[in-house]
């Protein structure tokens, strides 16, 4: 038997029957109609009806003008990476990527989805550590980053578990030294920011936008992604480079190193029968943050914080931290980790070690690219220095990862089920 489901603090509760899951996918039946009629038509290809009509779709939604279809979120980072490496320094030749011999400002505390299409274009990312009021790319820290490195001119940002990053200030940042922003939506699809008096989609803040419709993500297509632009010219390539970078002649003839990351008709299927239900998705979502929000207030964490003036986050994932003062010993180390308990404390892998005993689905926080082995060696800035006076870190992203965990968001999940996370939560700060 799990030693934690004998330990007395968690007497009297049983585990779920089915496992709880973080954020798995959430059909509703449309999806299996507009597959079905994709292979009814015989359009079982990158070409149909489906990827036209997700694509028009997705450019109203976000309120941009063009939008194109892809295999992944990663494929659509890719390429967008590439058009601005290509835009800031010209076209590559076939032995190096349009970022060789420059560095591109990215994210810290994000997956490494958003920093590897820098590698994959031979470029060096340097990551912007995090503020502490979204769990975004700080502004200070990239502003600083600017005076280190005043020859970058692209910027990669995500924003974090749906929360929308502080787009006015990095706008502006970037504004003042003419750098292109590429935005990382993949897990903010329908989260909103303000500007001025208008509300605005995420996936429209940047020069170049992409989104994700991963298995995990707040509507989903199974795999699939989008760039979105306001740019045609840069939307006729990015379709041009995904379907292999065919010219217009009979021959296969190539100008161009071409990709093949067009999004599947199928696939496209599913995200068309989802979109219905993204609103209905993001509501439930937001149900799960207020009753943990609700639920947890009486121990010593914060929920993952948002700015409730300027931005509408979709609530993609609810987080939580400890409070410094509550927490119990955990140490970590590249891939194992050993904890130990503390009456009235707690920690995320003792959080997160009790949650799967009972079959619920957690996560710590996604590691900061800075402290990932493959990363290690990249230059990574804080907004005011890497140490105090005692060496204690003052990497914002370090101390969320050290206290921070991810927690069940399904929107499949019951209240009752979720009392009985928040219960499983509470036992451990016994
Ligand atoms: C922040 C972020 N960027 C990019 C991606 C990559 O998207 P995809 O899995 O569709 O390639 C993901 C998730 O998968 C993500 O969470």
Known sequence: ???????????????????????????????????????RTNWVSTVGENIDKVESAFASYTGVRYAVGLSAGTAALHLAVRLAGEKLYGQAGPGAGTLAGHKAFCSDMTFDATANPIAYEDGEAVFIDTEADTWNMSPEALERAFELYPDVRLVVLAHLYGTPAKMKEIRSVCEKHGALIIEDAAESLGAKYRLGDAWVETGSLGDYNCIS???????????????????KEDADKVRKWSTQSREAATWYQHKELGYNYRMSNIVAGVIRGQIPHLDEHIGQKRAIYERYKEGLKDLPVQMNPYDEKNSIPNFWLSCMTINEEAMAPDRRGETEYSYQSREGKSSPDEILEALAAFQAEGRPVWK??????????????????????????????????????????????TPKQQEKVIEIIHRCFA
């Open 213 to 231: 419709f991963n298995g995990n993500k707040i509507i989903t297509g199974s795999t699939g992604g989008m760039f979105l632009t306001d740019s």
């Open 1 to 39: 038997m799990n030693s934690i489901l004998s330990d007395s603090r968690f007497a009297g509760i049983e585990p779920f029957e089915s496992r709880l899951w973080i954020s798995s996918p959430t059909m509703h039946g449309e999806e299996q109609a507009w597959v079905d009629e994709a292979i």
């Open 368 to 413: 900061p690219m800075h402290m990932q082995p493959f990363y290690r060696s990249a230059p990574f800035i804080t907004a005011g220095g890497r140490a105090d006076a005692e060496g204690r870190s003052l990497a914002v992203g370090e101390d969320i990862f050290r206290r921070g965990l991810c927690l069940p968001s399904d929107n499949k999940m």
